[in-house]
Nanobody, 123 residues
């Protein structure tokens, strides 16, 4: 089992920045690809960003490219999402996820999920 706990969400004005963190515990963290998804009410979870187990490869959804940066620290069992130039459309609950089956842009392969953290961007 891997337990994931997100933090760092909140309310920010458009154009501002937030940094989300996800702390992992349980099984070996380094064996998992990690990702962030987000979800708004009534909609499916959507891919935001992912990072390989080594941190050597990163992937981003089209809507966040150039604004968000995913990173991980395997020594500290954490993964982070730096979000800059935030827009009201970025408002969502953000989820951290872990996959033992590699990176995917859809949520099915991800074995473990955090409880989510709310990000609200005001205009």
């Amino acid at each position: 089992q891997v337990q994931l706990v997100e933090s760092g969400g909140g309310l920010v004005q458009a154009g501002g920045s937030l940094r989300l963190s996800c702390a992992a515990s349980g099984r070996t963290f380094t064996g998992y690809a990690m990702a962030w998804f987000r979800q708004t009410p009534g909609k499916e979870r959507r891919f935001v960003a992912a990072i390989s187990w080594s941190g050597g490869s990163t992937y981003y959804g089209d809507s966040v490219k150039g604004r968000f940066t995913i990173s991980r620290d395997n020594a500290k069992n954490t993964v982070s999402l730096q979000m800059n130039s935030l827009k009201p459309d970025d408002t969502a609950v953000y989820y951290c996820a872990a996959s033992s089956r590699g990176i995917s842009y859809n949520d099915e392969p991800y074995n473990y999920w955090g409880q989510g953290t709310q990000v609200t961007v005001s205009s």
